[in-house]
């Protein structure tokens, strides 16, 4: 007798196709094959929505009480015991026939589709249709294209009603602005009348469209997938870090399609993601070093540019000292070159004011030295505490996780807020409060007393199972805020874990190398890491330096004298206009590191050309701390440089010599010598385990572990499987094997004698909560609280790069309760002016309950119809923002 094992009560045994195979309970026949090996055809199934077995195309046998009988794979569960059949000549006929009718309406115009060479319908004809039609008549007709959207076009004689597009727009997105209309062979997909679909993620239904129905008009007629070449990369337009496939021709980039990375996109890009790649594109990139001579920025050699910029700064640093120099931005850099900058910053110059944040994030100790927690374990807390801004606006994909997991009841969410977001519909409780006060509020709610009343059963205990989305609701009040608001959380909470909603690209990467005042890479502080690190780079700086408002407080006093803004313009971006202004006006030193000439770049007066997303290798890492790579696959236009080989030149220009010769071996001494990041070595991130990067610091044992590689359902997203890789493939990034450092090979690189005693590796900081903040001023009867918060598109240089993209960027317009604007005899549409301590101007009123009363609302970097921007009423010194309104 042969002994069986029982198989665990999560897993049923199936026979499909006369085999025994492990499925998942619960989990659906079209899944539990596909895993087995089995590919049923489908068109519309999507792993990552419900399924709703409409198009039939998914048939299979499945044996029950009278025998076996065609049921849709995709709407019918696995059960132990169950027989599936999937090739018989009944399932072949049901597919035939599927396709026939699909086709009977079908317009056969392949070889001028979109869709065509990568077409689910295509590929499924002829692998599984009946070779010819029986239909003779005319096929149905209609205008053709329609723009339901700015960049979607729908073309109806196509579409085969497969429900994907609206079942994303309304269960995924939470945007239900497409929906079916008409009956019989009339029946097509549109929007409703006066309301474009004018989603945030619109780009996501044209990939998933398993047809030519739904194009997109950044790639519509572009290419076709026999002209592509593809990585596969990660996006940098915020920090949530989405995984995708970078597709182009002739070294320029053509389209961007999402990969299903389980924690974190899910295979989903919000609209500026997948379609900033035109910004990469741009004609108006600086190709070129530019000095400034006679007053005008002319072109130079880069020997030219290095010298002018090494001279004005050595000059400086003689002058007044090596604090003088400050270096701003540095989020839109890759890991590589962000150490790269630091290492020239703190050994090299010998400066400490050094800050990858635009006056736009958290203190450095409160983001690196709280205990950080993942997308995933938010997804699934107990509770999720959100001190956040919209996410939809700033971090789009990470609200579609939180979105998602709350429809599914799987978190419970509390939101404590200034204004109403999108999040606040979706909050099991949402607490409003005026800025200055968030801290206030939060001991309420974890005291249980007054308005947190309602909230103590969720966040009882040690904050076990509570995970806190913390960022920056507003810019338009102080970051001592929402510091102190961590304080008291991670006091009284101390079981509970953080996630940080920092907007910028890798911003993450940026802190962990070292681009901050007060701290060294690796998430130690200065003090705690001086002596490891003076170990190895010769020295770092004695003093903590200054942040982004303090450099530009000191550059218009005259106490300091050069400023470095890497990717940065604090013009555009800096929350207090006025400030950037005087600090870029006045008589210092100016070095910029850009791809475009911004506002801020124009006044410099040295600009290096740096390559862009797509021009350079590395990696990133996103705000969970994961750590991806990053593809190369254009040549940077010009003599545009890599942001790490102009740091590496710049310190050959100031006499010294920074030791990186490659981005690998930039790699290798991250590894080596950050504590944050042991262990993660190139081997470890190009493992097939790895393809949805690794979070530092690296879990013991994690690379032992391993973990399966995912999946890619051809039709789940189409278009990626139909193209030719080219470079790094799935599960791969950063090429080329990882080196072993010298001294770790026996017998080489021994030094003679005994072995000097090292500084021992500095430990990670921990967030140590101060003493509670300044008290906010009072709010007298005649003022409003200024809130300020980012949309999705701006009036920036990166979006007003991308002709699909910069029309999006909506007006800036002041919202307020309409309680306070009746005061005045002013509704929506109407002017006022507005009036700061900081400036005055005349703007348009939108008078909204989603504001509270006693605040006002105006959009960060926006132009209103007069070209004012909030940043010109925002005075960063401050702790919050108050205006006046009257008629103007």
């Known amino acids: 007798m042969t002994q069986t094992t029982e198989a665990p009560a ?45 198009c039939r195309m998914c048939l299979v046998e499945v044996k029950g009480p009278r025998g076996f009988s065609l049921q849709p794979a995709c709407f019918v569960a696995v059960a132990d015991g169950q027989e599936v059949v999937t090739t018989s000549v009944k399932v072949a006929k049901a597919q035939h026939g599927v396709l026939e009718f699909l086709l009977a309406n079908h317009p056969l115009d ?276 959100l001190l956040a801004p919209d996410l939809r606006e700033e971090l789009p994909v990470l609200f579609l996780r939180l979105r998602g997991a709350v429809r599914e009841g799987q978190v419970k969410v509390v939101e404590l807020t200034p204004a109403a977001t999108a999040m606040t519909a979706l909050a099991t409780v949402s607490l409003t409060y005026r800025p200055g006060e968030v801290a ?12 947190g009343s309602d909230v103590a059963a969720l966040v009882d205990g040690d904050g076990e199972g509570v995970v806190v989305v913390l960022g920056r609701p507003s810019l338009a009040d102080s970051a001592a805020a929402m510091a102190e608001t961590a304080g008291v959380l991670a006091e009284a909470l101390p079981s509970a874990r953080f996630l940080p909603a920092l907007r910028r690209a890798n911003v993450m990467g940026a802190l962990d190398m070292g681009l901050a005042p007060g701290v060294l890479p ?54 207090d206009r006025r400030l950037a202004s005087e600090a870029l006006g006045g008589d210092g030193f100016v070095v910029a590191v850009d791809a475009f000439l911004t506002d801020s770049s124009r006044q410099a007066d040295v600009v290096l050309p740096a390559a862009t997303y797509a021009e350079r290798p590395g990696t990133t890492t996103n705000l969970e701390g994961r750590i991806s790579r990053l593809a190369q696959k254009l040549v940077p236009p010009g003599v545009a440089r890599a942001d790490w080989m102009i740091a590496v030149e710049l310190a050959l220009a100031l006499g010294a010599d920074l030791g990186l010769g490659e981005v690998e071996s930039i790699w290798d001494e991250i590894e080596r010598l950050v504590p944050s990041h042991v262990g993660i070595t190139r081997s470890v991130l190009t493992a097939a385990w790895a393809a949805d990067g690794v979070v530092a610091p690296l879990s013991i044992g ?4 391993g973990q399966p590689t995912r999946s890619l359902d051809p039709m789940a997203t189409p278009g990626i499987g139909a193209v030719r890789r080219h470079g790094p493939t799935q599960g791969q990034g950063v090429v080329g094997p990882a080196k072993t450092h010298p001294a770790a090979s026996a017998g080489e690189g021994e030094p003679d004698g005994p072995e000097p005693v090292r500084p021992r590796r500095p430990a990670l900081m921990r967030f140590d909560p101060g003493p509670a903040g300044a008290e906010v001023p009072r709010l007298d009867g005649y003022s409003l609280r200024l809130v300020s918060g980012r949309t999705l598109y701006d009036h920036g240089t990166l979006v007003q790069a991308c002709p699909s993209l910069a029309p999006l960027a909506p007006p800036g317009v002041l919202r307020a309760n309409p309680y306070d604007t009746d005061r005045l005899g002013i509704g929506t549409g109407d002017q006022v002016r507005v009036r700061s301590p900081r400036a005055s101007f005349v703007t348009t009123v939108e008078t909204t309950p989603l504001v509270p009363r006693g605040v006002a609302a105006m959009a960060f970097n926006v132009d209103d119809d007069g070209g004012h921007r909030v940043s010109e009423l925002i005075d960063a010194t401050a702790s919050v923002t108050d205006i006046r309104l009257d008629t103007p």
Request: charged share 25%; hydrophobic share 40%; net charge negative.
């Open 702 to 705: 994690l690379v032992h572990l």
């Open 522 to 575: 690796g998430r130690v502080s200065l003090e705690a890491g001086a002596a490891w690190w003076s170990e190895e780079w010769g020295s770092v700086p004695s003093e903590r330096g200054l942040d982004c408002a303090g450099m530009l407080a000191a550059t218009a006093r005259g106490d300091m004298g050069a400023l470095v803004l890497l990717g940065a313009d604090p013009l555009s971006d800096f929350p």
């Open 110 to 385: 392949c070889p001028v589709c979109d869709k065509g060479g990568e077409c689910p319908l295509q590929d499924q004809t002829l692998t599984y249709g009946p070779g010819e039609s029986r239909f003779v008549e005319e096929k149905r007709h209609f205008a053709k294209p329609i723009y339901i959207s700015d960049l979607v076009a729908l073309d109806r004689e196509r579409c085969i009603q497969c429900d994907r597009c609206t079942r994303f727009a309304d269960d995924v997105a939470g945007d239900p602005l497409i929906q079916f209309i008409g009956r019989g062979d009339q029946i097509q997909i549109n929007t409703f009348p006066d309301r474009p679909f004018a989603s945030y993620f619109s780009g996501n239904t044209v990939q998933i469209c398993p047809v030519g129905a739904l194009t997109a008009k950044p790639y519509r007629f572009r290419a076709r997938p026999w002209d592509v070449e593809q990585v596969e990369s990660t996006c940098t337009w915020c920090s949530v870090g989405c995984r995708m496939a970078v597709q182009s021709s002739s070294n320029r980039l053509t389209r961007y399609l999402g990969i299903d990375s389980d924690p974190v996109n899910q295979s989903w890009l919000c609209d500026k993601g997948r379609f900033g790649f035109e910004a990469v594109n741009s004609d108006s990139r600086v190709t070129r070093p530019l000095v400034r001579r006679g007053g005008e920025l002319v072109e130079a050699s880069w020997p030219e540019a290095l010298e002018a910029a090494a001279t004005g700064l050595a000059e400086v640093s003689r002058r007044q000292g090596p604090g003088a120099i400050g270096v701003i931005g540095g989020a839109r850099l890759a890991n590589e070159d962000a150490y790269a900058w630091a290492k020239l910053a703190k050994a090299v110059i010998g400066t400490d004011s050094v800050d990858a944040q635009l006056g736009d994030g958290l203190p450095a100790e409160v983001v690196l030295g709280l205990p950080r927690a993942t997308i995933d374990q938010a997804c699934s807390a107990r509770t999720v505490v």
């Open 440 to 451: 206030a509020l939060a001991r309420e709610v974890v005291s249980g007393s007054g308005r």
């Open 10 to 54: 999560e897993e049923v045994t199936v026979t499909l196709d006369g085999r025994l195979v492990t499925a998942r309970k619960g989990e659906m026949i079209i899944s539990a094959a596909e895993r087995a090996g089995v590919y049923i055809p489908r068109f519309c199934y999507h792993p990552r929505m419900r399924s709703v077995g409409m």
